[in-house]
């Protein structure tokens, strides 16, 4: 069932109001000493008018950084809103993420690795939760994007455990320098998270970052 996280979706809205709210009580507090300054003052020696005309000023730009704060948390409103319809429009799509995770689920864990140059040699490791190498494989040297299916056996044979799994991958090139690469993998959002500073999307508990995601389309395979 896709999940809706909304603890922190008015945070940025709530620090706006507070700052208002600080504004407009100095805001207050100036406007009563002033009055006060004005009913008190010496006769015999008057307000001087210069100054008197430099706390009008003051007084005028207060009142238009109040107004501003108020536009500003009417925007901050209104982005929020966008955001949060952004990522629910996510939920039951398949994205491709920029992220070195994938499950192992029935015998099977899929990702997809690319070089940005032609290699010498590719080295592909698969490590477990603990960081342990579980796997090890050649992998193809050719530039561009490659697919990886895994299944879900170490390289005696035996068979490991559901969960989330690690692809590391090592480019080399002919004088032995690294080759830099990108690894993605392929999942369904189930869910969105408004508790961060940002929202992000959710597949099963993982959170990821809008930041992280490549591409998106209508759910066509078995992904998790």
Do not use: C
Not at 3 to 17: D, E, Q, R, T
Not at 72 to 90: H, M, P, R
């Amino acid at each position: 069932m896709p999940v809706l996280n909304g603890l922190g979706l008015n945070a940025a809205v709530s620090n706006s109001k507070t700052a208002t709210t600080g504004l407009a009580n100095n805001f207050d507090t100036f406007l009563t000493l002033l009055t006060e300054q004005l009913k008190n003052q010496d006769p015999l020696s008057p307000l001087d008018s210069t100054q008197f005309v430099d706390q009008l000023v003051q007084f005028s730009g207060v009142e238009q950084q109040i107004s501003q704060n108020k536009n500003l948390e009417s925007l901050i409103n209104v982005n929020a809103v966008n955001s949060a319809t952004s990522a629910v429009g996510f939920i039951g799509k398949e994205v491709d993420v920029l992220d070195t995770t994938a499950p192992l689920a029935n015998g099977n864990a899929k990702w997809s690795y690319s070089t940005k140059t032609d290699a010498a040699s590719v080295t592909i490791l698969v490590k477990d939760a603990n960081g342990k190498v579980v796997f090890k494989a050649d992998g193809n040297t050719a530039t561009g994007k490659h697919t990886f299916n895994w299944d879900g056996r170490d390289n005696v044979g035996t068979l490991l455990g559901d969960g989330n799994y690690d692809l590391e991958v090592s480019a080399l090139d002919n004088d032995g320098n690294l080759v830099p690469t990108a690894v993605t993998t392929t999942r369904v959002i189930t869910g969105a998270d408004f508790s961060g500073t940002e929202p992000a999307l959710l597949v099963g508990n993982d959170r990821i970052a809008f930041a992280n995601i490549l591409a998106v389309r209508d759910r066509t395979t078995s992904a998790i």
